[in-house]
């Protein structure tokens, strides 16, 4: 049957080179949203703590509540404000103010550029102003980056605008409030690192999509998906296989069908140019909601191990790759 393999040694091994960059594993906050990017969150997430990680970030209140046992710290991105010993919940926008709990604890996004959210930094008064009229406790104060993997000016920019948000935070008179505003790019391109924290999702999972022109961090795939074979037979030439007949048999062919398809949030990708797995199997004619056709009498065939080249392939980026991946797959640790 189809799974999905955790390689725990690569995981760690990502981890170990961003520690590098921060100086301490103290200052890591693994992003483990949307399922821990595809890998599992109750897994990703007990694997970080067991390597000694204390912080973490996920997208709402339930993931959260999946990881509360391995964590000293989390930050919810996008949940209503409440009374929570160990979670921090992230005020998008004024309007998130006035919706949390009286005695929340809150971390302020500030947009410094991006525009997607994160209250303006003209309005910091405001939102400092009524945090405070609110009864919430302010734990943080974070932005978000939006062109840390490319070549240009604009992360400069925007750590620019971000210093002097922390500079009108401090006088202000707020203490034993965090700073943060690197994701994965940001930290695998910088030289010194001197915030509270930096929040990694990707480099995590084994992904460096800087360009070829930054020094380049080691990392290491943790995902690899395999799927198990269902049937198997014998095509004659000219014999056609799947929905519509795409693909034709050239000669006399040993073909089976493997456990996995779009119903399991993998790609359908374009028939005309067909997908070629991990072991250099293209699959034949049309991927199914649940099966696909490879020229192979294995019973376990790799789909992929490496979500970036598959991403190439497909036109698309490792991100949708990973997180697409269905829940109901099997996750499975080495």
Not at 25 to 30: E, L, R, T, V, Y
Not at 39 to 49: D, F, K, W
Request: charged share 25%; aromatic share 8%; proline share 2%.
């Amino acid at each position: 049957m189809a799974k999905i393999i955790i390689n725990k040694n690569n995981f760690y091994h990502n981890l170990n080179q961003i520690a590098l960059k921060t100086g301490s594993i103290d200052k890591i906050a693994i992003v483990l949203k949307d399922n821990a990017y595809g890998h599992g969150v109750e897994i990703i997430g007990r694997l970080a703590s067991e390597f000694g990680i204390k912080h973490a970030v996920v997208r709402d209140y339930k993931e959260a509540a999946i990881i509360k046992p391995f964590f000293q710290t989390i930050l919810v991105l996008g949940d209503q404000a409440v009374l929570d010993d160990s979670c921090s919940f992230t005020l998008n926008d004024l309007a998130d103010i006035e919706n949390a709990q009286s005695g929340a604890k809150v971390e302020l996004k500030v947009d410094t550029g991006m525009h997607r959210n994160g209250v303006a930094m003209d309005d910091l008064p405001i939102a400092l102003e009524r945090i405070k009229a609110k009864g919430l406790k302010l734990v943080g104060v974070m932005t978000h980056f939006r062109s840390a993997d490319e070549m240009g000016s604009e992360l400069f920019w925007q750590q620019k605008q971000f210093e002097a948000v922390k500079a009108q935070i401090r006088v202000t008179g707020y203490t034993n409030v965090r700073f943060h505003s690197h994701n994965s790019a940001a930290i695998l391109r910088t030289k010194t690192f001197s915030e509270d924290l930096v929040r990694v999702g990707i480099a995590a999972y084994g992904y460096n999509e800087l360009p070829e022109t930054f020094d380049k961090v080691l990392l290491k795939p943790v995902m690899k998906l395999v799927a198990g074979k269902v049937a198997t037979r014998t095509l004659k030439a000219g014999e056609r296989i799947g929905y519509g007949g795409d693909f034709t048999a050239p000669k006399t062919m040993t073909v089976s069908t493997y456990d996995i398809g779009y119903g399991d949030g993998w790609c359908r990708g374009n028939m005309f140019s067909p997908y070629m797995t991990a072991e250099e199997l293209p699959i034949l004619g049309r991927v199914s909601m649940d099966f696909i056709s490879l020229e192979s009498v294995k019973e376990e065939v790799c789909v992929f191990d490496d979500a970036q080249k598959a991403a190439e392939q497909l036109g698309t980026i490792s991100y949708e790759i990973l997180t697409a991946m269905s829940k109901d797959i099997e996750r499975v640790v080495i």
